[in-house]
């Protein structure tokens, strides 16, 4: 319970911490005048853009939540990797769909749905590859120093 705790009040502020730099560059792209903290049709729901700043916080902070607490799956060491990864999609995509879909980053209709599903898997595609390829690195690391402890003890 005390490790789920430490995800949460991790995932919480990195989540608001990327939403915001996100929104921001978003901004920024689009020239705003003001700051848009998501879709224009998101805003519009709100009678502020102070509120929908304020709503999107929440948004942000529970994707962090969703993407933070998700990370233990790769803490099951009884697991295989590809069970870790699988689940570990599941919950993530699982969790985070409804809120993009709530923060007004698409519109719920198939052709969307579609697109985003295409897209969050070739980002997950990528982000697992470059995962891997600095775990092997390491791994690699770690059975070059192993080796080399072996062999100084060998002469000694």
């Known amino acids: 319970m005390k490790k789920i705790i430490s995800k949460i009040l991790f995932g ?3 989540g608001i911490c ?6 921001l560059t978003f901004s920024f792209v689009y020239q705003s005048q003001n700051f848009v903290p998501s879709a224009p049709r998101f805003v519009g ?12 916080l929440i ?10 607490i998700s990370g233990m799956t790769f803490e099951k060491d009884e ?12 919950i993530t995509y699982i969790g985070f769909t409804p809120l993009a879909i709530l923060a007004g980053w ?3 209709n198939i052709f969307w749905m579609i697109s985003y599903t295409l897209i969050y898997l070739i ?3 990528i982000i697992w590859f470059v995962s891997m390829l600095i775990a092997k690195e ?5 059975n070059k120093i192993i080796k080399n402890n072996k062999s100084a003890k060998q002469f000694k």
Do not use: D
């Open 12 to 14: 919480i502020p990195a």
């Open 18 to 23: 990327i939403g915001f730099v996100i929104a």
């Open 45 to 56: 729901h709100f009678s502020s853009n102070t509120l929908a700043t304020a709503v999107s």
């Open 59 to 68: 948004f942000w902070a529970c994707m962090g939540i969703v993407f933070s």
């Open 79 to 90: 697991w295989s990797i590809t069970r870790q990864t699988i689940v570990h999609f599941a």
């Open 106 to 108: 698409f519109p719920l």
């Open 123 to 125: 980002v997950y595609v």
């Open 138 to 142: 390491k791994i690699e690391e770690l």
